[in-house]
Structure formats: structure tokens, C-alpha cells
């Protein structure tokens, strides 16, 4: 089983809202991964978290904020987003060791308003 | 650095066609190489990789070899069908944790 699941599908909010994304997989991964996409770009990489400790940030602004609660979870909390921060937010997660496959979630489409 | 460099899109090819999507990369030492497809409204589902120079990766009846000698990992298929539309990302991973995205290729098949 190699699935990475997502929720929500669809995400709309407003730029006072406060939501989260969530992730989660239950194949031992033991990094996980947010990206960023927008359309007909490739995924940019936000955060990752490995150990459940965040190991990479790529000097993504503070109103992304994640956390990893325990190695089969992984959320984005958002807070004052800006219209452009409309895209694909995928998770992904791999075993962690250096060049393991990532494998990819379904992705939370969010439109901020 | 680290980089990768797909030949652009968008590739319209009809039914039975041969495929062929270039990728080169640039990276130090030995990276892993994948290539990555998204169908319409999807995430990123992987398609195949390989590890070390002359290694080839297959599934579903695409293939690609990684040429260190021309730093190369094309995207290779004999007969597309419709349901291979998609974009096609490559991908090289140098052993830092993080993934070097081609821009990738959108392809369209027609019936």
C-alpha cells in the first residue's frame, strides 16, 4: 500500500480565515513532505518534516504553519492567506533515507478569496 | 547546482504513436531519477526510476534508461493511448532530501 491520503479535497477561504490541511499515511514513512503547486508548474517544496521533527523550510512565509503530531500526520495550518496563495497543496512522504521515492497525495485544492 | 530540463510541452501525439519526452539533468555525484505523472485534477503518481547509471526503469509500458555519459533520463513509450494525456514531470534527487523538478510536459493524446 503505498497511499498518502488528503483532506480536504477543496478548500475555499476567505484571507481572515483560519483553516488547516491535513495529511496522513500509514506505510512507516518516516518523512513527510509539503509542496506547493501551482498550474502547469512543478511542485515547489514548502516544508519537511522528518522524525517528526522539521528538518527543511523553504523560507515559506509564517501564515503557513506546520505540524507534525506523531509520523502518520502531517497538518498546514493557514492563517491571513493572500489570493495568491491559491494552488495544489500536496503532501508526499518517503522512508527517509537519502534519494527514497516520494510518494504523493491527491492534494487540497484551495482558493483563497 | 541541481537541475533538470525537460523538452516543453505541449506534446500532441494521436493513438499508437511512439513517445519520446527528453529529460537532462545537471547534478555532482550520483542522483536517483524519476519520473513523475500527473493526470487532470490528480497529485503526482510515480511513474518509474532509477538509482544508478545504465539502470532502466519500466512500468506500464514506458521506459527510461539513466545515461549518466549524456546525463540523460528520456521518457520513452512505444504506443500511447488516450488515457496516457497527462503531465509528465522528471525528477532527480542528489541524496539532499529534496526533489529537483523538470518543468514539466504536458502531453495530449488524440483517439
Known amino acids: 500500500d503505498t497511499e498518502v491520503t488528503q483532506t480536504p479535497k477543496h478548500l475555499v477561504m476567505g484571507m481572515t480565515n483560519k483553516k488547516s490541511l491535513k495529511c496522513e499515511q500509514h506505510?512507516?514513512?518516516?518523512?513527510m513532505y509539503w509542496y506547493k503547486q501551482k498550474a502547469k508548474k512543478p511542485p515547489e517544496l514548502m516544508f519537511v518534516?522528518?522524525?517528526?521533527?522539521?528538518?527543511i523550510n523553504e523560507s515559506v512565509p509564517s501564515r503557513f504553519s506546520p505540524e507534525c503530531p506523531n509520523s502518520s500526520l502531517l497538518n498546514l495550518h493557514l492563517h491571513a492567506l493572500q489570493p495568491e496563495d491559491s494552488a495544489l497543496y500536496l503532501c508526499?512522504?518517503?522512508?527517509?533515507?537519502?534519494?527514497?521515492?516520494?510518494?504523493f497525495g491527491p492534494g487540497t485544492r484551495l482558493t483563497v478569496l | 547546482g541541481n537541475s533538470v530540463t525537460q523538452m516543453e510541452g505541449p506534446v500532441t501525439l494521436s493513438e499508437e504513436a511512439f513517445l519520446t519526452i527528453n529529460c537532462t539533468y545537471t547534478?555532482?555525484?550520483?542522483?536517483?531519477l524519476f519520473w513523475y505523472v500527473q493526470y487532470p485534477g490528480e497529485g503526482l503518481q510515480l511513474l518509474l526510476k532509477?538509482?544508478?547509471?545504465?539502470d532502466k526503469g519500466s512500468n506500464k509500458g514506458f521506459e527510461a534508461t539513466y545515461r549518466k555519459e549524456t546525463t540523460s533520463f528520456h521518457l520513452e513509450k512505444g504506443s500511447v493511448q488516450v488515457s496516457d494525456s497527462a503531465v509528465y514531470f522528471c525528477?532527480?534527487?542528489?541524496?539532499?532530501?529534496?526533489?529537483?523538478f523538470g518543468q514539466g510536459t504536458e502531453l495530449s493524446v488524440k483517439p
Open positions: 508526499a512522504s518517503n522512508q527517509g533515507a537519502p534519494t527514497d521515492t516520494q510518494y
Open positions: 525528477a532527480l534527487d542528489n541524496q539532499g532530501g529534496k526533489l529537483i
Open positions: 518534516y522528518s522524525y517528526e521533527k522539521l528538518s
Open positions: 547534478a555532482t555525484g550520483y542522483p536517483s
Open positions: 532509477a538509482t544508478k547509471a545504465d
Open positions: 506505510m512507516g514513512h518516516r518523512a
